[in-house]
């Protein structure tokens, strides 16, 4: 059950479970920002139905699993790690009431409260052992699941885990321990193609961190595209040193439907690159940069900018830097996710300074940098660089472009996200919430109760 579709997301899962009355609920949190509503979510299943076990997974409860259990006690297990063979194994350890701590990437407090962790959970060694996601099970018709800035036929998708570098800002690196995976181009072409005989599906963001680790991955893909001439589009995710050493297979990817490269650039300067441990230079992200260009690929970058030392003349260099290169970008505010090598670092040195997890979402600041020590005073400067960038003629006159998804992508960029920070910024509105999302307390409020005091325990 995907709540975030639902109109009425607590009402209809309270109902659902008070009907079905479920053994077991697995919640899935996948951003460290949405960790507190899946603790709602526990807690709501749990006061409709003591007696459903429920387990929680993630990156971010895999992290923080101790930490989770005792701040939702509604939660009875966590998943840590990889879900599939540990979920597997669990039902299966509770069907026939086998003994839970005997089943590896498990996480629970014992009867005497204590932490019990089961150990690590190896990784799946071959992802074609998997078989295609049920997109029978999911709402596939339904308006959300789709692609906002690409369009209605438009999905994100998944075909790898992992990545081999290690930024020290990343829980994917972290999660998965500086491995790589993924599954084969045959049976990525054959997801590709069911999605577009039996769900109309044709444009897709490639959510893989990294898609052409090898260059294998990347011309088993041409290949496999090629030959099955399903007329797709992609936007797949890169490196700037990988694309340098792909330039000769630029042309293949955007005859294969290609579009556009995404690549973590970051920052305009080696010494932040060196810091945040990207393990590519300022010179080898233009050069990724040209050469997407020279073979007609859109250029995406995905920039961090909140850094402890940057100030404001770094700032304007960035935005300079960036808006003369990019045909558009991801700004983020460098956030320590917890489990990254940049949590316990900024930790340590005492600058984290909003310990809520539900503003650790790369849009919201959580540390101070040495010259701007107020969070909403760096949130001004994100908002102001995102405006400045969107509202420039060079980015308007891309609403009329010849290029159909530069068209619509910035057709929606600048009508929802530049509009947007406008209107906050005047009036004081929301930037965005997705349509029906509604704060537990709030539902709780609805109905006349308040909130325990056991939710909203912010971490430490
Ligand atoms: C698809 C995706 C999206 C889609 C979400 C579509 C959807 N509703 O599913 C879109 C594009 C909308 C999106 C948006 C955002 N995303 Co996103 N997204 C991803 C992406 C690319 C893939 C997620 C995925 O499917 N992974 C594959 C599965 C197999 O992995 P998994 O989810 O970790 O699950 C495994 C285990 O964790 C475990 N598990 C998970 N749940 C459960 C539950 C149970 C019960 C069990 C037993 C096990 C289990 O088992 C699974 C299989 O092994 C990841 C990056 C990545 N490559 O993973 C980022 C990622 C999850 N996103 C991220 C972020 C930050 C965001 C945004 C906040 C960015 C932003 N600033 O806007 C927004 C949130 C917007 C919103 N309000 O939803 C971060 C989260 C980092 C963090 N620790 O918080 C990630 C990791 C990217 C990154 N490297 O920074 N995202
Ligand atoms: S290259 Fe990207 S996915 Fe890999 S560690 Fe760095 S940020 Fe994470």
């Known amino acids: 059950m995907d709540c975030t579709l639902n109109e009425n997301p607590w009402g209809d899962l309270e109902e659902k479970i008070q009907r079905e009355k479920p053994d077991v609920v697995g919640i899935s949190v996948i951003c460290t920002a949405f960790v507190y509503d899946g603790m709602n979510a526990a807690h709501l299943i749990k006061s409709a139905n003591p007696k459903t076990i429920i387990i929680m997974g993630g990156e971010h409860p895999s992290f923080m699993a101790e930490e989770t259990l005792r701040d939702c006690p509604a939660i009875d297990y966590i998943c840590v790690?990889?879900?599939?063979?540990?979920?597997?194994?669990?039902?299966?350890?509770?069907?026939?009431?086998?003994?839970?701590?005997?089943?590896?990437?498990?996480?629970?407090?014992?009867?005497?409260?204590?932490f019990v962790y089961t150990g690590e959970r190896p990784f799946i060694k071959d992802l074609d052992t998997l078989p295609i996601p049920a997109y029978h099970l999911a709402r596939m018709e339904h308006p959300y699941v789709t692609l906002p800035s690409e369009g209605k036929r438009g999905l994100v998708l998944n075909f790898s885990r992992g990545c081999l570098w290690d930024c020290i800002f990343c829980s994917e690196s972290a999660f998965y321990k500086k491995t790589w995976r993924r599954r084969s181009p045959k049976l990525i072409a054959d997801e590709l193609q069911l999605l577009?005989?039996?769900?109309?599906?044709?444009?897709?963001?490639?959510?893989?961190?990294?898609?052409?680790?090898?260059?294998?991955?990347?011309?088993?893909?041409?290949?496999?595209?090629?030959?099955?001439?399903?007329?797709?589009?992609?936007?797949?995710?890169?490196?700037?040193?990988?694309?340098?050493?792909?330039?000769?297979?630029?042309?293949?990817?955007?005859?294969?439907?290609?579009?556009?490269?995404?690549?973590?650039?970051?920052?305009h300067s080696d010494t932040v690159l060196k810091d945040i441990?990207?393990?590519?230079?300022?010179?080898?992200?233009?050069?990724?940069?040209?050469f997407l260009k020279k073979h007609k690929l859109m250029v995406m970058a995905t920039l961090l900018i909140g850094h402890w030392n940057e100030t404001e003349k770094d700032r304007n260099d960035f935005f300079k830097f960036f808006g003369k290169y990019v045909d558009h970008f991801g700004l983020n505010l460098i956030t320590p996710l917890p489990g990254t090598p940049l949590f316990y670092q900024m930790k340590e040195l005492g600058r984290i300074k909003d310990w809520d997890y539900r503003n650790y979402d790369y849009l919201h600041a959580v540390m101070s940098a040495k010259?701007?020590?107020?969070?909403?005073?760096?949130?001004?400067?994100?908002?102001?660089?995102?405006?400045?960038?969107?509202?420039?003629?060079?980015?308007?006159l891309k609403i009329f472009s010849s290029n159909p998804i530069l068209r619509h992508h910035h057709r929606y960029y600048i009508t929802k996200v530049a509009f947007n920070i406008m209107t906050h910024e005047i009036f004081g509105t929301p930037i965005w919430v997705q349509p029906n999302y509604q704060e537990y307390k709030d539902y709780l409020v609805e109905r006349g109760e308040a909130l325990p005091k056991e939710l909203m325990v912010l971490a430490k």
Do not use: C
Request: glycine share 6%; charged share 35%; net charge negative.
């Open 371 to 396: 010259e701007v020590d107020d969070l909403e005073q760096l949130n001004l400067i994100y908002r102001d660089i995102m405006r400045r960038y969107y509202w420039r003629p060079k980015e308007m």
């Open 81 to 114: 790690g990889e879900g599939e063979v540990t979920l597997t194994e669990f039902l299966r350890a509770i069907e026939k009431k086998e003994d839970l701590s005997r089943v590896l990437g498990l996480a629970y407090l014992n009867e005497k409260k204590e």
């Open 277 to 290: 441990k990207k393990h590519h230079t300022v010179e080898q992200a233009i050069q990724a940069m040209k």
């Open 196 to 267: 577009k005989e039996k769900y109309n599906r044709d444009i897709f963001y490639v959510g893989d961190n990294t898609f052409n680790v090898t260059r294998e991955q990347g011309i088993g893909f041409i290949e496999e595209m090629l030959k099955r001439k399903t007329h797709q589009h992609f936007w797949l995710q890169s490196r700037a040193d990988l694309i340098i050493r792909d330039e000769d297979l630029l042309d293949g990817f955007r005859e294969a439907g290609v579009y556009q490269f995404m690549m973590g650039l970051e920052y």
